[in-house]
Nanobody, 122 residues
Framework: QVQLVESGGGLVQSGGSLRLSCVAS????????MGWFRQVSGKEREFVST????????SHSVSVKGRFTISRDNAKNTVYLQMNSLKPEDTAVYYC???????????????WGQGTQVTVSS
C-alpha cells in the first residue's frame, strides 16, 4: 500500500508561482510512475503532468506545457510540480497519484493523495 501526501498549495496572484510536493511512503518509489491531476468542483479530474520512475520521461497537458514542470527526487521519495505563470483557470484541487505504467489516464492510477488546493486570483 502506497500513501501519498501533497503539500504546497495556497493562494497566489495571477502570474505567480507555486511548487507542489508529494511525499510517498509504503512502496518502491523509484518503480512508480507519478502523476499530477487537478479537479474543479463539478468537473472531471484533469491530467496535468506525469513522470516515469527514473525521471527520464515526462509529459504535460497542453494547458500547462511551458508553464509547469514535473520532477522527482527518488532519494527523498518525493515528486514535485513547479507551477509558473499561474492563471485563474489553474485554480483547482491538485492531486498526486501513482501508477505502474506511464499514462495520462486517471483510471490507471492506483494510489491517490488527499489533494491540495491551489487558488489563483486575478
Amino acid at each position: 500500500q502506497v500513501q501519498l501526501v501533497e503539500s504546497g498549495g495556497g493562494l497566489v496572484q495571477s502570474g505567480g508561482s507555486l511548487r507542489l510536493s508529494c511525499v510517498a511512503s509504503g512502496g518502491t518509489f523509484g518503480s512508480l510512475v507519478m502523476g499530477w491531476f487537478r479537479q474543479v468542483s463539478g468537473k472531471e479530474r484533469e491530467f496535468v503532468s506525469t513522470i516515469s520512475g527514473s525521471g527520464g520521461s515526462t509529459s504535460h497537458s497542453v494547458s500547462v506545457k511551458g508553464r509547469f514542470t514535473i520532477s522527482r527526487d527518488n532519494a527523498k521519495n518525493t515528486v514535485y510540480l513547479q507551477m509558473n505563470s499561474l492563471k485563474p483557470e489553474d485554480t483547482a484541487v491538485y492531486y498526486c497519484a501513482a501508477a505502474i505504467h506511464f499514462t495520462a489516464y486517471a483510471n490507471q492510477y492506483t494510489y491517490w493523495g488527499q489533494g491540495t488546493q491551489v487558488t489563483v486570483s486575478s
